[in-house]
């Protein structure tokens, strides 16, 4: 009987234990219905990212009825941007050439729409402008870009490609093109795309940034107030010269401290190329900081003048059928693991009008709503130990007694 007690009793300290690491959330908003039961979206507000891990896995919807708390599942979206593309590789003819120019046609699959015209050379180092017309009898022929830059450079500092040549959507079923050229191309192979991009929902981001020089490298410092979900950084360039430059950008992890102080250390977000040739805004996977470094490599040339760095977030939005009632959402855990809703695999029944949801005032949680284990000091845990070995001893020399 006394080692069903104790039994009982270690179980509930270990019960009480767990049940406290499930109300762990720090934070929670209260959310407001303006209507009856529907699909609603929910908003999530910049300062809230402060407070939430970086893969946003601790985001939970709790409806609390009477003594009961029902977690209601969502679908989480963040509006960046994002393309679907079908590709055409279709077969060269008419291919003709005259000095550094070259020539040659491509016919399309009847009624197909195209908007990108990708080349492959054999050459590695070039300067060229290509042009673009189009028919449907191949009698009468119609501009469809002109002059658009295609470069490629590779040595042993640079090595840079683009020759990848955008255009107004166009339905013809042939398209002549021709390649004007420094040197004398040789044509390996080419395809058309028609890409469809779908715009993404974004906010301008509060931020200050600073650039210094470090023998041949910009340094760009961009810092935000709070902690928010980077994912385009719009780069504005006063250079009137053509540029190609190797970059690198880094973001700030949480600081650490060391024996020697506090740092915060740099992570790998992104490598790429700045050039005169793109718009330069860069496109990362979002991402959680206040803190993000770029690096210019400049290599012999003068640095780069920078007129302005701009963050942008996306709209990061929670998705669920909601009805009226005691709703609030929680965040701010470090031992909850990313849930698994099957809302998730049924994306295309929910439907695209959805009504908005607002969350109210953020809201601490106290330490005393966290339900506390039973045996929070350790001397307990050992002293509960330590009687039940005397007491299964002293039981054990009875039993023994007994037979004897």
Do not use: C
């Not at 959680?288 to 990061?316: C, G, H, M, Q, W």
């Not at 965040?331 to 295309?348: E, L």
Request: hydrophobic share 35%.
């Amino acid at each position: 009987m006394i080692t069903r007690y104790l039994t009982l009793l270690l179980l509930l300290g270990i019960t009480s234990s767990s049940f406290g690491q499930k109300n762990s959330f720090q934070y929670k908003r209260a959310i407001n219905l303006p209507a009856a039961e529907d699909w609603y979206s929910i908003s999530l507000p910049e300062e809230i990212f402060s407070h939430l891990q970086p893969d946003f896995s601790d985001l939970r919807i709790f409806s609390i009825i009477d003594k009961d708390t029902v977690e209601i599942p969502y679908l989480l979206e963040i509006k960046t941007r994002s393309s679907t593309e079908e590709v055409y590789e279709l077969p060269v003819f008419n291919l003709s050439r005259s000095g550094n120019s070259l020539s040659f046609t491509l016919e399309l699959p009847e009624g197909k729409t195209v908007n990108t015209l990708h080349l492959d050379f054999k050459e590695k180092n070039f300067n060229a402008y290509v042009s673009i017309e189009g028919s449907d009898d191949r009698k009468s022929w119609h501009p469809v870009e002109s002059k658009q830059r295609i470069l490629a450079l590779d040595n042993n500092s640079v090595s840079f490609l683009s020759t990848t040549v955008n255009f107004t959507s166009s339905r013809y079923r042939y398209l002549k093109v021709q390649v004007e050229a420094d040197a004398r191309l040789n044509l390996e192979k080419s395809f058309l795309r028609f890409v469809q991009n779908k715009d993404g929902t974004y906010h301008s981001v509060k931020s200050v940034w600073s650039v210094k020089q470090v023998k041949n490298q910009s340094i760009i410092l961009i810092k935000t107030p709070l902690k928010i979900p980077v994912s385009q950084i719009h780069l504005d360039l006063e250079n009137d010269n053509d540029f190609y430059r190797n970059y690198t950008l880094e973001y700030a992890l949480d600081s650490i401290q060391t024996s020697s102080g506090w740092y915060k250390p740099l992570r790998t977000l992104d490598q790429g190329t700045l050039t005169s040739l793109g718009d330069n805004i860069l496109e990362v996977p979002t991402t959680i900081t206040n803190e993000i470094k770029l690096t210019v490599f400049n290599r012999d040339n003068p640095p780069l003048a920078f007129r302005s760095v701009r963050l942008y977030r996306p709209e990061i939005q929670l998705t669920a059928k909601l009805k009226p009632g005691t709703l609030f959402l929680f965040y701010g855990s470090k031992s909850v693991r990313t849930p698994d809703y099957d809302i998730v695999r049924f994306q295309n029944r929910i439907p695209t009008e959805r009504n908005k949801a607002e969350l109210l005032a953020e809201e601490v949680i106290p330490d005393k709503a966290t339900i506390k284990p039973l045996f929070t000091d350790k001397l307990w845990l050992w002293g509960i130990i330590a009687i039940v070995i005397i007491v299964l001893g002293y039981l054990t020399i009875q039993m023994i007694s007994s037979r004897k």
